[in-house]
């Protein structure tokens, strides 16, 4: 029976799916150019901001303040990397989640999607024409909610399930998000994708409720999308068979 605890399930589960063989390089080449981006933007940001502090303040007077600005640069950077590396992390993985969801499956079931040959390429247009369609989607939803949101704020106590509406609508925007990669290996098209998991609601939420609490883990949150890519191919595979592509 699928239920609320079983969505949770599934996404512990994909903890352990993204360390098996044949999976691991899916998890970790988005994770390895991230790092190499973050690394060579800082590289030469550094370089230019010492060139800077030393072109304009003198090494003799003021040697403690040119190293005290270098070390709040660092620091900073630090901070911007630690708040943006998921973000950045989600773009790059994105064209790379369809290959993953194909390598959790194949491991899952022995049988490799019909969908996961497309090259690197298409499956990048494919991935940005889908982001486009949830992103209409989030905003069909998104600014009504927030009206709804503003009028409530006025209301003491009633106001108190703003937090609750918004959580809900994040753990179902969730749940299309990362079953969206497995399903659309068999060709489902987004509102395919949002009527296959509305028939089993309750557990949809529960996963996608999950996935919003490790969003929310530091450092936890760098691998959330893996995680959940592996926990909603395993869903997909137990949950919603697919009987032939289309």
């Known amino acids: 029976m699928a239920t609320t605890t079983s969505g949770f399930g599934y996404f512990i589960q994909g903890l352990s799916l993204i360390t098996k063989p044949g999976v691991k390089r899916f998890v970790a080449i988005p994770i390895v150019i991230n790092v190499l981006l973050f690394t060579i933007a ?21 040697a403690w303040l040119k190293t005290l600005l270098v070390i709040l640069f660092y620091l900073i950077a630090l901070i911007v990397v630690f708040f943006t590396f998921s973000i950045v992390v989600n773009i790059i993985g994105a064209p790379f989640n369809g290959y993953l969801a194909a390598a959790v499956e194949k491991h899952l079931t022995g049988v490799t999607p019909p969908g996961s040959d497309r090259n690197l390429m298409a499956e990048f247009f494919v991935i940005m024409l889908s982001e486009a369609k949830k992103w209409l989607y989030y905003l069909m939803i998104a600014i009504p909610l927030g009206i709804i949101s503003l009028i409530l704020f006025f209301i003491p106590v009633v106001n108190l399930i703003i937090p609750i509406l918004w959580f809900l609508f994040g753990a179902w925007m969730f749940s299309i998000e990362y079953s969206d990669y497995p399903m659309g290996n068999y060709g489902l098209t987004f509102s395919e994708i949002r009527k296959e998991i509305a028939k089993k609601r309750m557990m949809s939420m529960g996963f996608g409720s999950a996935v919003t609490l490790g969003t929310m883990i530091p450092l936890f949150n ?14 997909r595979v137990e949950q919603f068979p697919m009987l032939e592509a289309k």
């Not at 760098?222 to 869903?235: E, K, L, N, R, Y």
Request: net charge negative; proline share 6%.
């Open 42 to 62: 800082i590289f030469i940001a550094g370089n230019y901001v010492e060139g800077l502090i030393d072109k304009n303040i003198p090494e003799d007077t003021y």
């Open 222 to 235: 760098f691998i959330v999308m893996p995680v959940a890519v592996a926990g909603a191919t395993a869903m």
